[in-house]
């Protein structure tokens, strides 16, 4: 038999469900029935490629009553198709500045407009020619106005990294959004979807009643391939491929249902004749991450044992990102583990959703951290080979020699050569980049643990230290050991100095246990 053709890049609901192309579509119409049948006014983050365009056209199509769409689909026989309402769809490209801003805005408005046979009177002014269209609309079809909104942060996170634009474009959006509230009597329902939640006090100022599904159980699986998904409609593509590997490299994004893939990566690991590589990060480097790690000079340990507030994780200001928001909203960060303290606050454990990520995401840093790109391979090599043979006085050179290989001109205008976490991040940054187990500041009865690393049967304690503070000391006196005594495996106490003249590793001491 056959098989059907892969939806990869599509994201149009009438192209995938044509039954000439035959592709494969998973069904997220039973989610999209609950939502439809139980709110009006929603807001959906997901990280990019996720899948939240293809949802936003199924909506568009369920909402047109286009029913021969839907036939085999859990909808099909559930939906009222005789009821057609007018849909006003924006989309978001790439904006640099508020004048492409306001004009993409106004080239949607008409587009719009000629689909749905209306003309703005006052179309210079995006907003009032939104709320005309809406109006208009209402009285035309005689239904209530669906509006969906997609990417609608986009043009703030195209210019993050410069700020007085991306307030601009804020602004112009906080105006269009209004709209959308000023004209509740003729609105049938309305959906945003982007990769971040800004504050309600930044762009939703008029959209106090928006309803944020992002963190919501029930929709926890509106985007993305679970795992039953992979076993079922993909497994006739996955011949031969190692379940596990594939669950361990693409599997692990957590909205508070199923862990999920995310649709582009499985899509394109079949395409390209099932090769693990990095496919959806690929996609989109995340510069302005790196410049967040320049500006607050991140510890970047803390990754490996982060655990935030709902607040933290509900919105951001443009003015004041933070950086574990921002991995987290970005896709870079996942929640592990829900967690109720005992006064009843919620907090999350996030953590880093897989091997593509992990691997990724620190290749870039590090790119960054250590101006290396060309000799990072060999000496994640060395690293690696060091630690699994527990070569200590191997793992002491290449430290040392990839530290005298950074630029200068990294340490010039900056505080860095005396920032111990500096030092630390790169050496944690070289570690997660190898994919190995990290518990970062773990907790004993006697302190925290800088850094610790478990392979199969060694375990590394780490201590970092500036000066001649003496790290080793440290380890035994805290008695760091004692927690891992009963794993059974070899401990070696590793403590390291940092010289901020020489820039470099001053002293490494190691024992082992």
């Known amino acids: 038999m056959k098989l059907q053709k892969l939806p990869i890049g599509i994201q149009t609901f009438s192209e995938i469900r044509d039954k000439k192309e035959n592709y494969l579509y998973i069904d997220k119409t039973d989610i999209a029935y609950e939502l439809l049948d139980d709110s009006k006014y929603i807001f959906l983050s997901r990280p990019r490629r996720f899948g939240k365009s293809l949802f936003m056209d199924t909506l568009q199509e369920i909402f047109q009553g286009n029913k021969e769409l839907f036939e085999g689909l859990y909808i099909y026989d559930k939906w009222d198709w005789e009821v057609k309402y007018p849909v006003i769809k924006i989309v978001f490209g790439k904006i640099l500045n508020s004048r ?3 004009t993409s805005i106004i080239d949607s408005l008409e587009v719009n407009g000629e689909r749905l046979g209306l003309e703005c009177k006052n179309i210079e002014d995006y907003a009032i020619c939104f709320k005309e269209l809406i109006r208009k609309s209402y009285e035309k079809y005689n239904q209530k106005v669906v509006i969906l909104i997609d990417e609608y942060d986009k043009p703030i996170l195209d210019t993050i990294d410069k700020i007085e634009v991306a307030k601009e474009n804020r602004d112009i959006l906080s105006r269009l959004y209004t709209e959308i509230k000023n004209a509740d009597e003729y609105v049938k329902f309305t959906m945003l979807t982007g990769v971040s939640k800004f504050s309600r006090a930044s762009i939703f100022s008029g959209l106090n009643m928006l309803e944020d599904i992002s963190l919501d159980p029930k929709y ?21 491929v190692d379940l596990k590997q594939l669950k361990l490299w693409y599997n692990g994004y957590n909205f508070l249902k199923d862990d999920v893939y995310n649709p582009f990566d499985i899509l394109f690991f079949i395409k390209n004749h099932k090769v693990f590589d990095n496919y959806w ?3 989109g480097t995340p510069s302005f991450l790196i410049k967040l790690i320049e500006k607050n000079n991140y510890f970047l340990p803390k990754l490996s044992n982060l655990t935030v507030g709902k607040k933290l994780l509900n919105s951001f200001d443009i003015e004041n990102l933070d950086f574990e928001v921002v991995l987290y909203q970005a896709g870079y960060l996942t929640i592990d583990k829900v967690i109720t303290t005992r006064r009843g606050q919620i907090e999350y454990k996030l953590k880093l959703p897989n091997e593509e990520v992990r691997a990724s995401l620190f290749d870039v840093i590090l790119d960054f951290m250590t101006s290396q790109p060309v000799e990072k391979a060999k000496y994640q090599n060395d690293i690696y080979d060091a630690l699994m043979d527990a070569q200590l006085n191997d793992l002491e050179l290449s430290l040392k020699t990839m530290f005298s290989l950074i630029p200068y001109n990294n340490f010039t205008n900056n505080n860095l050569p005396h920032f111990e976490g500096y030092y630390a991040s790169v050496i944690y940054a070289y570690f997660q980049s190898l994919g190995l187990d990290i518990i970062a500041e773990g907790v004993t009865s006697f302190g925290r643990i800088d850094l610790t690393i478990k392979l199969e049967n060694i375990i590394y304690i780490l201590e970092f230290k500036m000066g001649n503070a003496n790290a080793l000391e440290q380890i035994k006196q805290n008695k760091y050991a004692d927690k891992y005594l009963n794993d059974k495996k070899d401990i070696y106490l590793v403590g390291i100095n940092f010289d901020e003249n020489k820039r470099n590793v001053s002293k490494f001491e190691w024992e082992k246990v």
């Open 100 to 102: 492409q801003l306001e």
């Open 220 to 240: 926890g699986n509106i985007c993305g391939y679970t795992q039953e998904n992979i076993e079922n409609e993909f497994l006739p593509y996955l011949e031969g």
């Open 281 to 283: 990060f690929e996609t």
